[in-house]
Every structure is written in C-alpha cells, then in structure tokens.
C-alpha cells in the first residue's frame, strides 16, 4: 500500500514564527503536492513539485516556499506564520501518466491541522 | 471559479439507499476522479475515469462521464453508515501542468 505521511497532525504555532510541514512518501512518486482546506473553500493548490529539486507554484503561494531534496520527501515551510495560515494542510503524491506528462491517482497524508496564534 | 463544481452540497439518506452525487467542469478534460475524505482526514482516490470511458464500477460505485455536457455522476449503491463522508471530484486538464483541479465537495450524511 502507498504510504504518505506528514510529521504532525496537529500543530499550533504563533504569529511571525517559522513553520515546517514535512511529507514523506515511499512509492518513488515522482510528483509531490501541497494542499490547503479551508470551509466553503475546497481544496486550494500551494505548491507542486515534479522532480528533486524542481517545484512549481500553485494557486496560493504566497506566503510558502518548498524544498525537495530527496524525491521523497517534499517540505512546506511558512516563512512567517499568520493567523490567516491557519488551516488543514494535505500533502498528496503520485506518478506521472504514461507520457511523462500528468499527474495519475493522487494519494494523500493524513493531513496537519495548523492554528496560528 | 472551480473547474469542477459537486452537486448537491449535501445529502442525507437512509442507510440502504442509493446516493448519487454530480460533477459538473468547463474545459476538455485528460481524466476525471473522485475522492472520499472522512472528516478531519485526508483524501482516499476512489475511482479515475479516463476521457475516451463512459462508465467505470467499483464494488458498489458506479461513475459515468458524459464529456459531451461536460459532466460526471458517483453512484453508491445500497449506501452504508460508513459511506458518510465529503466526495470530491478532481479534473486533470488536457494540455495542462500536473496538478489536478479539486471541487469543493458534496457532503454525503448516511442515517442509520
């Protein structure tokens, strides 16, 4: 079974601290994703990353970076932290399609529920 | 706006009966997949459809993809207490990057 796995799924942080949201993945998924929920709002694209070392913005990066050293593990850092990063954090993986080019069935961690004070 | 929107919001029925919940996108589409997340847990795939397949079962899901109304439905027969859940539908565009494209959900109730 494919196993993703985030370091907490709890945490409570304050404002201006940094934060590090941890992923882990062991199917040598090439794509790796960061999401966030947020009620009424579904589920917003961060960042993805297709490759060690490569990452591409999603739809609401501002305020995160990523990092990608090895091809299992894909980190969300929030340089920062504000009250309005409070949120359920989902990290998801997958392979890319035949082709090279697409993302298959993604799966998912548990989730880290993030409040920032 | 979302590229998949679900249809209802959300639904209560009776343990037994049948769910049927919708998908409905806007541009051409590569593959189309729906998601369960049990709440305050991440998302589990439950089935992926292909653009060139009109229906697809698994177990007691039925997805059928009508690409000429641009349009999906997930069917839960015979629906269980634990089918109580958020379903979630995500596109993967034609010509488009990795990413998917989540809806935000129909939140599915399954009284005992």
């Known amino acids: 079974d494919v196993k993703v796995t985030q370091s907490s799924r709890y945490l409570v942080k304050r404002t201006g601290e940094k934060v590090f949201l941890e992923c882990v993945q062991d199917?040598?998924?090439?794509?790796m994703f960061w999401y966030r929920q947020d009620p009424g709002l579904g589920l917003r694209l961060i960042y993805f990353?297709?490759?060690?070392?490569?990452?591409e913005k999603g739809d609401i990066p501002e305020g995160y970076s990523v990092s990608r050293e090895k091809k299992e593990r894909f980190s969300l850092i929030l340089e920062s932290a504000s009250t309005n990063q409070t949120s359920m954090y989902l990290c998801?993986?997958?392979?890319?399609?035949?082709?090279?080019?697409?993302?298959?069935?993604?799966?998912f961690g548990p989730g880290t529920r993030l409040t920032v004070l | 706006s979302q590229q998949g929107e679900e249809d209802p919001q959300a639904l209560s029925i009776q343990e037994g009966e049948n769910a049927t919940m919708n998908c409905s996108y806007k541009?051409?589409?590569?593959?189309l997949q729906w998601y369960r997340q049990n709440s305050g847990r991440g998302l589990v795939h439950l089935i992926l459809?292909?653009?060139?397949?009109r229906e697809k079962h698994s177990g007691r899901l039925r997805v059928t993809l009508d690409t000429s109304k641009k349009s999906s439905s997930l069917l839960i027969t015979a629906s269980r207490a634990a089918d109580t859940a958020s379903y979630f539908c995500?596109?993967?565009?034609?010509?488009?990057?990795?990413?998917?494209?989540f809806g935000k959900g129909t939140k599915l109730t399954v009284n005992p």
């Open positions: 541009t051409s589409i590569n593959n």
């Open positions: 995500a596109t993967f565009l034609q010509g488009g990057s990795e990413k998917l494209v």
């Open positions: 990353s297709y490759d060690v070392k490569m990452k």
């Open positions: 199917m040598d998924h090439e794509n």
């Open positions: 998801a993986s997958s392979f890319v399609l035949a082709g090279g080019h697409g993302t298959d069935t993604q799966y």
């Open positions: 459809i292909r653009s060139n397949e």
